[in-house]
DNA sequence: GCGCGTAGTCGAATCGATTCGACACGGGCA
DNA sequence: TGCCCGTGTCGAATCGATTCGACTACGCGC
């Protein structure tokens, strides 16, 4: 009767076998079978024996997740909203950063990561995938609705760098007091005429000078914190808002501010992000403006490595890792119930080369 | 009575109403509320239009996904297994397009991407996440041991690059003809000593001299495949294996290459990824060598934009983004119970500006 | 006017595990 | 000798939905 075992031996699409067939083959009720396999509970170690070997014959792999998650109410997933495609957002070292850290935390948990990028009207995932939990990066725009609709699905939210909002857990970044410190080191410098170039401000990316009423429009948390620290330094600066955190993006951001007449264009520029410094720094190279000789550029994030290309960037440096760890962490705390306190992230300014006093003219 | 349903009003953590709430408030049977709701089966408008305010009511949030996947024996979800840490893998602009073309395709099919690092002995995710389906890219090593735990849960497997393996559909490159080609327009132009500088050859990724037997100790199938290309053109070629797909690397290996007497050293160099061909160039530049009077240099993948710096690369180019996009098609068709056809794709040489007939000397 | 098909609804089984409470048995302690 | 408790095992309820088969009316055709 039970030798129907047998049939897995070679066949073709065997069912996967279920723990009430390895019970069955070990001669003990199905409960016992579970509870020998989780090890929780008091089996006799000749039980736990027996149960193995039936496994083990059988080919089961383990009880079924999803009948886990049923029962148990958890899937051991976390969900990870990210605004825009793939190859857009991992274009920028420092989301890639923090996804990092956050896979390093709800890794170690035996969590898993789901990707869910909120492109179009895709909002399938958010609202039926099977998540515990789920954190929000990079999400601007759209944040309160996509907020909505998880929290109607009683889902603990960790949101990095996002405006308050009632039941999400935020991770900050000091965004505007750092980007203020990076506009008084200017100021120190002697620079009076400054420029900035902002990541994208709303949700059409498109590359123009910075309207009079961004405020009103802007809904990019982190892009307008950024921007309203300099501006606490300089109310007057100009400004230009990028495509994208990208070099290419940052240069033509760059042109844009540093046409005309020499005497005219800013002695400094602060860019929102490192990649958009260095597009700077490229410009000013096309119109034949040295660094930091006739301009002085900061940067934001602190990225390292071959982009740079061997420049030593002025910049604010920010624990991405570190931010994204204490993500996950704050995820995870939220899952179990417990309470999470919120983190605050501080960055650290990098006096680099590429700032200097400028030259008198 | 029924009016605990104003409970959820204001409350902390009121747990989350289920279709069988939703039934009693509308005064009808599960049954016909599940029906109602997913708008399979007769129902009677008016009945559905009182089961849609029940849910209203109660802020139902649509069916559980975790019993639903159970039911169904769906989950809506792809597992993606990432054999490094994501910082590292993610840091070559062809893993990001490869995965983003998979999430094109299971985006748009409503599936989830549940990234799965392979890191450490962390098998739980392999081995327990929910998932319909997985697709390995860039595992090498640990391929065998992976498969057998997927395999054994009766998962469809989809592998990016690896070598074959029973239950296993493949999605292919021509790694092997396309370095062959890549070597012969060298040889072509009349290069008789050149150099190879791999990915990664096996799982420690010490960067090193290539060892004599590296068939036997070689886990990665791509470097593999791609050096051997290499060698059916030049059987002498010198390798050296680097760390990572990263322009450090590269430049580390190919200082390696090119230390000694000018005369010793190769004339070519043929680069397993942009990446490292960008650090290749570096290389020489910090040795004194142009590219491509005193060096010439072939790269592998075809990527663009910034990185590159303005170069214009001889290189081999892969539809990255296709590929990812066949994979994930590859995973949707096998877990549909059809059977998916293994796609191979080719590369495109491109004869750029790093490559010349070697200085005669 | 009788029977049959169908729209609409419901009850119950099912997916595969976890877990609580109950039960039987044997040994230690009073 | 009798009682209590811990160990090992089992049955049954539960998680929240989907879906099959059955049942009730009702309308239509013959």
Tied chains: 1, 2.
Excluded at 146 to 166: C, D, K, M, S, T
Aim: glycine residues 12%; aromatic residues 2%; proline residues 6%.
């Amino acid at each position: 009767m039970t030798s129907e075992a047998s049939t897995g031996e070679k066949g073709g699409v065997r069912p996967r076998p279920t723990l009430a067939a390895v019970a069955r083959l070990a001669g003990v009720s199905v409960s016992t079978a579970s509870l020998a396999f989780s090890g929780a509970g008091p089996v006799s170690d000749a039980t736990k024996a027996r149960v193995a070997a039936a496994a083990d014959e059988l080919g089961y792999a383990g009880p079924d997740p999803r009948a886990q998650s049923l029962r148990r109410g958890r899937s051991g997933i976390i969900g990870v909203v990210i605004e825009e495609r793939l190859s857009d957002a991992f274009r920028d070292p420092m989301n890639i950063a923090l996804l990092d850290g956050i896979a390093d935390v709800t890794g170690a948990a035996g969590s898993g990561l789901l990707l869910l990028t909120e492109t179009g009207d895709d909002r399938a995932g958010i609202s039926s995938a099977p998540m515990d939990a789920i954190i929000l990066i990079g999400c601007s725009t759209s944040l309160e609705e996509a907020v909505a609709i998880v929290r109607q699905r009683g889902l603990p939210i960790v949101a990095v760098e996002a405006r308050e909002l009632e039941g999400v857990l935020p991770i900050g970044l000091d965004n505007r007091a750092a980007s203020a410190t990076g506009a008084r080191h200017l100021r120190s410098l002697g620079h009076s005429d400054i420029g900035v170039v902002t990541l994208p401000l709303e949700r059409s990316h498109v590359p123009r000078p910075l309207p009079a009423d961004w405020e009103r429009v802007a809904t990019a948390h982190t892009s307008a914190e950024r921007l309203r620290g300099v501006l606490d330094v300089y109310p007057e600066a100009r400004g230009f808002a990028a495509s994208a955190s990208t070099i290419e993006a940052g240069r033509e951001a760059g042109l844009a501010l540093l046409a005309g007449d020499r005497a005219t264009v800013p002695t400094a520029i602060v860019a929102q992000s490192d990649l958009l410094a260095i597009g700077v720094i490229r410009a000013a190279d096309e119109v034949g403006m040295i660094v930091p000789g006739d301009l002085s550029v900061v940067g934001f994030d602190g990225i390292r490595g071959e982009v740079l290309g061997g420049i030593d960037l002025t910049t604010l440096v920010q624990p991405a890792v570190e931010k994204g760890r204490a993500a996950g962490r704050a995820a995870l705390q939220l899952l179990d119930g417990g309470p999470a306190e919120p983190a605050d992230f501080t960055s650290v300014f990098h006096p680099g080369g590429t700032t200097a006093p400028p030259r008198t003219r």
